[in-house]
């Protein structure tokens, strides 16, 4: 079983920083893909970023430039460098990892979100 753990959100003023971080419970150095979401109420959840095993790595047109993903493999944990931010960032930011699963497949274990706030 997989269950990431997210932190680092909390309140930040236009143009500011934060840094979200995702710990796994199992190494991510087996994970297929790792992953940013977030939703912001009444919207349907969004892809911010998402990084594949072999590196690469896909951001949402609303956060290039202004979002990085990356991973520390020592410590398990999947990090989402978010600058500039701006309000409509505000949202409950989700992390979300990829296993293969034992029966077979693929299997997307998620975070309990942590949220993030900007004021203007």
């Known amino acids: 079983q997989v269950q990431p753990v997210e932190s680092g959100g909390g309140l930040v003023q236009a143009g500011g920083s934060l840094t979200l971080s995702c710990q796994a419970s199992?190494?991510?150095?087996?994970?297929?893909?790792m992953g940013w979401y977030r939703q912001a109420p009444g919207k349907q959840r969004e892809l911010v970023a998402r990084r594949t095993s072999a590196g690469s790595t896909n951001y949402a047109d609303f956060v290039k430039g202004r979002f990085t993903i990356s991973r520390d493999n020592a410590k398990n944990t999947v990090y989402l460098q978010m600058n500039s931010l701006k309000p409509e960032d505000t949202a409950v930011y989700y992390c979300t990892l990829q296993y293969l699963s034992p029966l077979g497949g693929l299997r997307d274990y998620w975070g309990q979100g942590t949220q993030v706030t900007v004021s203007a």
């Open positions: 199992r190494s991510i150095l087996s994970a297929n893909v």
